[in-house]
C-alpha cells in the first residue's frame, strides 16, 4: 500500500521574508555553530579554485524553497580545520546539494522529497569563478527493491571504476513504517500495543546506481540497480545518504546516514557492490552515537592532517565534525566527534522548531530566552543592549541538577512512532510556579508531558534548576496532545495559578493548581460562542503543537490570548474555511480578544496577524510567539520561534489584527 504523509502535500515556503527582523548575536560573539536549516545537508568544495576547503549547506526545501548557502574559509585554526566566513546564498540553485568534480571546476547535484527527479545543476563558469547554468532534469528508472521510494540524496561517484562516475541516489521509503497504511493524524491509528510495541514496521532506504554514458555536464544515465551489500540490496533505517571515502585503503568505502543518529560503513568489493554494513565505532571502540537524526555526511580532510574526516548535516540544522583516529583492529577507520562546526560570522540558531520564552533573569532591565527546540533541549540566552541595539549572548545548554537538559521520545514516546526516538520537542513556559519568589520552569514535550524544573534560588546566570519533577492530574502524570507550549495564568490576579494546554482530546483545557505538581478542577476554555477552543479537525499528533501565550495585548485588563500554529492547523475547527489550514496553508500567528469576564473567560474567534500587512506565514511545523516588551517601549512586541532556527523580533507598530 502506498502511503502518503501529509508532509508531501506541503508547498514551498514562500512567504514574507522576516531574515531582518532576526535577532543577532552580541559583536563580540565571534565564533558560534554554523546555522543551517531544517535538515540540513552539507559538502565540502574549493569555491575559490585555491585549495580552501568552503562550505556548502542546503535544507529540506519544503520550507525553505531548497536555498543554498556558502560559507568560504577564509582562514585555518591551529587544529588544522577551516575558519570560515559569512553567509552568502548561491543564486538559481535548490535542494538537497552535493558536488561533483569535473577537471578544474565542479558542478552541483540536488535531489528533492518535492520532485521526482535529479537535477543537475552545470557549471559554465570557469576556475575560481563558478556560475551554475539551467538544470539538468533527470527522470530516473530503475529496478525499486520496494517502489513508491523518494530520492533523498544523490551524488556523483565512479563505484565501477572506469574513471566516469555514476549516479549514485539514496532513497527513503515509509510504506512499511505505519500501522495499517495509517498514519499518525488518521482516524483509527494505533502505533503500539499495550505493551508499548510498536506496530508498524521499519523505515527504509537503498542506494541505487545509474551508469552515466555521456559527461558529468551532460549526463546520461541508464536504468539504475540496487546496491548490494552481502547478499541482499544495501538498506538502512530510512532517508539513506550516501558518501565515499578511501579512509587509507585501496577501495572505497560507503559512509551511509540513515533516520536514526547513527551511521553506516560498508566496504566496496572488487565486483562493485559492498560487504555488509557495520556501525561506523569510536576509539574505544563502542558505537558512535550522533546528536540527533537524519544525518547527511560527506567525506573529507577537515583538518588537514592526510586522513579522511566526516562531516554531517543532520535535521537539527547544525553541522558535525568527525575526526578520523585511523583504523580499528577489523581495519575499517574510527571516529571522535568533536562536535558542532563554527563560524566567525555566526547567525542564531536555536536549533529548528524553536520555542522561546522571556524572563529577564539576569535582572540588567532586559529579557533573556530560554527556548525549546526539535532536539528537546532547553537553550539559554542572556540579552544586552548596546548602543540601542538589544543582541544575544552565545546560548548556553541549561542544566537539572548539574544535568544537561535533554528531552527525548525513547521508542516509545512519540506518537510518530520509535523513528522519533531522538525528538524531544521541548515546549517552556515561565512562570513562579512554586510560589518561592523566582521564576521556575515548565515543560511539555514530544510525549505530552509536562515537567517542572524548580529555580534553586543560587544568583547565577544562567538561572540553575532542580532535577525534573512530573504534574499530575486526578493521581497521575498529566498526558496531553504533544508539542504544546503550555502557560500560566492567574486570571482574577489574585496570586491563584492556572496552568493550561491542550487536553487529550486537543481541547484548551485549564487546571488549577493545588500544589506544585498537582492540579485540580480541569474546566475546557471556550470561544465566545460556546464551543471548547479546538485548534484543528485533524485527529491523533495533529491535534497538538500549537504555541499558547496569554497576555493582556490591548491593555484592557484582561488576559487575552495568542497563539501560533503549525501548517495543518484549522481554526476555527472548520475544514472549509479554516484558518491556516484552508488560506495561507503555513504556520501563523494569531490572536483571540478575551470577550468573558475575570472569572469566566471566552475567547473571540482568533485573527490572524499580519506583519507589514502581509498575513504571517512562517512555512510548515510551528510558529512560536512570546509577547513581551522586549525594547522596554511600554508595549508588547511578540518574539517569535521560526521553524529555520532564528528567531525573529516582530514589532508591535508593525503588526496588524
Not at 498514519?183 to 508498524?200: H, Q, S
Not at 473567560?601 to 512555512?619: N, S, V, W, Y
Request: aromatic share 10%; hydrophobic share 35%; charged share 25%.
Amino acid at each position: 500500500m502506498s502511503v502518503k504523509r501529509w508532509e508531501d502535500d506541503a508547498i514551498v515556503w514562500h512567504g514574507p521574508d522576516y531574515g531582518s527582523e532576526a535577532l543577532r548575536y552580541h559583536p563580540q560573539v565571534t565564533s558560534a555553530p554554523v546555522a543551517g536549516r531544517i535538515i540540513s545537508c552539507v559538502e565540502v568544495v574549493d569555491w575559490s579554485g585555491t585549495g580552501t576547503r568552503d562550505l556548502l549547506l542546503s535544507a529540506w526545501d519544503a520550507c525553505y524553497d531548497g536555498r543554498v548557502f556558502l560559507r568560504r574559509q577564509i582562514g585555518t585554526n591551529p587544529d588544522g580545520t577551516p575558519i570560515l566566513g559569512e553567509e552568502e546564498l548561491i543564486e538559481r540553485v535548490r535542494g538537497y546539494v552535493t558536488a561533483v568534480k569535473d577537471g578544474d571546476i565542479f558542478h552541483l547535484v540536488s535531489a528533492s522529497r518535492m520532485r521526482r527527479q535529479i537535477f543537475v545543476f552545470p557549471n559554465i563558469g570557469e576556475k575560481g569563478a563558478p556560475k551554475f547554468g539551467e538544470p539538468l532534469r533527470f527522470d530516473l528508472e530503475a529496478d525499486w527493491v520496494k517502489g513508491n521510494e523518494y530520492f533523498h540524496m544523490a551524488r556523483f561517484h565512479d563505484i565501477d571504476g572506469d574513471g566516469v562516475p555514476e549516479l549514485i541516489v539514496g532513497s527513503d521509503n515509509w510504506d512499511d513504517y505505519w500501522p495499517n497504511g495509517l498514519e499518525w493524524n488518521d482516524e483509527g491509528y494505533r502505533g503500539y500495543d499495550d505493551a508499548g510495541r510498536w506496530l508498524g514496521g521499519p523505515l527504509r532506504g537503498f542506494l541505487y546506481a545509474f551508469k552515466n554514458k555521456g559527461t558529468l555536464a551532460d549526463p546520461v544515465l541508464e536504468r539504475g540497480r540496487p546496491l548490494i551489500s552481502g547478499e541482499t540490496p544495501l538498506e538502512v533505517y530510512g532517508q539513506l545518504a550516501p558518501a565515499f571515502g578511501r579512509f587509507g585503503g585501496s577501495r572505497y568505502s560507503l559512509i551511509a546516514g540513515e533516520f536514526w543518529n547513527i551511521l553506516h560503513i560498508a566496504r566496496q568489493r572488487e565486483d562493485g557492490n559492498f560487504e555488509p554494513t557495520s556501525l561506523l565505532r569510536t576509539p574505544d571502540d563502542t558505537v558512535l552515537e550522533l546528536d540527533q537524526c537524519i544525518h547527511l555526511p560527506c567525506v573529507v580532510d577537515w583538518d588537514g592532517d592526510g586522513c579522511e574526516d566526516i562531516l554531517l548535516g543532520a535535521e537539527d540544522g547544525y553541522v558535525t565534525y568527525l575526526k578520523n583516529c585511523g583504523d580499528g583492529e577489523d581495519g575499517l577507520p574510527r571516529f571522535e566527534k568533536r562536535g558542532r562546526v563554527e563560524t566567525t560570522k555566526p547567525l542564531i540558531h536555536a536549533g529548528v522548531l524553536p520555542s522561546p520564552a522571556a524572563y529577564d533573569f539576569s535582572g540588567d532591565g532586559h529579557f533573556d530566552l530560554v527556548v525549546g527546540n526539535s532536539t528537546g533541549e532547553l537553550l539559554f540566552y542572556q540579552s544586552r543592549e548596546e548602543e540601542g541595539t538589544i543582541y544575544l549572548d552565545k546560548e548556553i545548554m541549561l542544566t537539572a541538577d548539574g544535568k544537561p537538559i535533554r528531552l527525548a521520545a525513547g521508542l516509545t514516546g512519540s506518537i510518530q512512532g520509535p523513528s522519533e526516538k531522538m525528538f524531544g520537542y521541548s515546549c517552556p513556559t515561565i512562570a513562579d510556579w512554586t510560589g518561592s519568589g523566582r521564576m521556575d520552569l515548565l515543560v511539555s514535550d514530544v510525549t505530552g508531558r509536562h515537567r517542572l524544573f524548580r529555580n534553586t534560588g543560587e544568583k547565577a546566570v544562567p538561572p540553575r534548576f532542580a532535577e525534573e519533577e512530573f504534574l499530575s492530574y486526578k493521581g497521575k502524570p498529566l498526558k496531553t496532545v504533544w508539542r504544546v507550549r503550555p502557560a500560566v495564568v492567574d486570571w482574577l490576579k489574585d496570586g491563584e495559578l492556572h496552568y493550561l494546554a491542550l487536553d487529550e482530546e486537543g481541547v484548551l483545557s485549564d487546571w488549577k493548581r493545588a500544589s506544585d505538581t498537582e492540579l485540580v478542577d480541569k474546566r475546557d476554555v471556550r470561544w465566545a460562542n460556546g464551543d471548547p477552543m479546538r485548534f484543528t479537525v485533524d485527529v491523533g499528533g495533529g491535534r497538538g503543537r500549537v504555541k499558547l501565550c496569554f497576555c493582556d495585548w490591548e491593555g484592557t485588563g484582561r488576559t487575552d490570548l495568542i497563539f501560533g500554529t503549525h501548517a495543518r492547523a484549522c481554526v476555527p475547527p472548520d475544514p472549509k474555511t479554516g484558518a491556516p489550514r484552508n488560506t495561507t496553508k503555513q504556520a501563523g500567528l494569531f490572536y483571540s480578544r478575551n470577550v468573558g469576564t475575570r472569572e469566566e473567560p471566552c475567547f473571540a474567534l482568533p485573527m490572524p496577524f499580519k506583519f507589514r500587512d502581509e498575513t504571517i506565514a512562517m512555512a510548515m511545523h510551528v510558529a512560536s510567539p512570546e509577547a513581551v516588551d522586549w525594547a522596554g517601549r511600554g508595549a508588547l512586541d511578540l518574539i517569535v520561534g521560526i521553524e529555520d532556527g532564528s528567531i525573529v523580533w516582530l514589532k508591535r507598530e508593525e503588526l496588524s489584527w
